[in-house]
């Protein structure tokens, strides 16, 4: 695959994945805002929970949903033999641990670093909701 190739394809598959996360993202604030505002009325330690661990769930969800799409996009690609190393890869690349066991051919290099970028960015708007949530939930004092 050609240079222009992997801009191109590696573009897609991160607007793809950027915009599954942000959809889910978006389509928990409702559910979440609702509790949220009962939770400023009165503080309960279960609300919280609740709050906190449907949000984790989404951000997980976000997370899994992308390792497998930049998998199959491997696997489609022919750039791995199965799928399991389809799915170490694209875990150890989206997470920018990288080991360097599997490594990529040289012309799907760049097509694969989009990953890194991919989950740096994700990884920092999973964090920013993450804290927005918590600040929300728990009381002053506690945060």
């Known amino acids: 695959m050609g240079l222009w190739e992997q801009i191109a394809y590696g573009s897609i598959i991160l607007a793809l994945c950027s915009a599954i996360h942000l959809g889910l993202i978006i389509f928990s604030l409702p559910y979440l805002n609702k509790i949220a505002e009962a939770q ?10 609740r709050v906190i661990g449907f949000a984790f769930v989404i951000v997980l969800t976000g997370h899994v949903i992308q390792v497998w799409l930049w998998a199959v996009s491997y696997l489609w690609l022919e750039a791995m033999r199965g799928l399991e190393p ?46 927005g949530i918590i600040g929300r939930v728990l009381p002053k004092g506690l945060h």
Do not use: K
């Open 86 to 131: 389809a799915l170490y890869f694209s875990l150890s690349n989206y997470t920018t641990l990288g080991y360097g066991d599997l490594v990529l051919g040289e012309d799907l290099r760049l097509f694969g670093a989009f990953a890194s970028v991919n989950g740096m960015l994700i990884f920092g708007v999973s964090t920013a909701y993450l804290v």
């Open 40 to 49: 400023r009325a009165r503080f309960s330690r279960r609300r919280a929970a």
